[in-house]
């Protein structure tokens, strides 16, 4: 790599990588109240959630409180904690329509506590809750690797790290 291509943001060096054209996506952002970190650009995120698109994508990414992540994890999953990333997809095919809910309290922990940028944790989140609207899934140890391994595949086409790799544990 070039002393210049390390000054690069990653995004950057992804536009370069990918050649492939990619399906149709639109993506809706909401921020619920008290949901108050700052956010890359709508732009930004769309390119994240592009690279992950298998076929036309109608989204809706909806950033979230503690209190409001907590409380659709409880209703939909029974698990009474806020989690980072919930996805509801509704339609596979031909169009993966899906609302994706992100806690953004909890995804800056994690990225903190996992020594990630916000950004590059953020960017896998949002692919990984793309995957899912897809059909993707993690419920089996086979489903769980096959998932890991096309969200390392997108996040390095990205031009960020192995978003599995937690550099506070040194795996």
């Known amino acids: 790599m070039t002393t210049n291509q390390t000054k690069r943001e990653p995004q950057a060096i992804a536009r370069t990588r990918i050649k492939r054209k990619k399906p149709q996506v639109n993506v809706l952002f909401e921020r619920g109240e008290g949901a108050k970190q700052r956010l890359p650009s709508r732009r930004q995120m769309t390119f994240w959630i592009q690279a992950a698109a298998e076929r036309p994508l109608e989204l809706c990414v909806r950033f979230v409180s503690p209190e409001e992540g907590r409380e659709l994890n409880k209703m939909y999953r029974g698990k ?12 596979h095919e031909p169009v993966a329509v899906a609302d994706i809910v992100v806690c953004l309290e909890v995804v800056q922990h994690e990225a903190k506590e996992q020594f990630k940028r916000f950004a590059a944790h953020l960017a896998h989140l949002l692919v990984h809750g793309a995957l899912h609207a897809q059909g993707w899934d993690h419920e089996t ?28 544990r040194g795996h």
Do not use: S
């Open 141 to 168: 140890d086979e489903e769980a690797e096959l998932m890991e391994q096309k969200e390392r595949e997108i996040m390095n086409e990205l031009g960020f790290d192995d978003p599995y790799y937690d550099a506070a």
């Open 80 to 91: 009474d904690y806020a989690t980072n990333v919930l996805t509801f997809d509704y339609e």
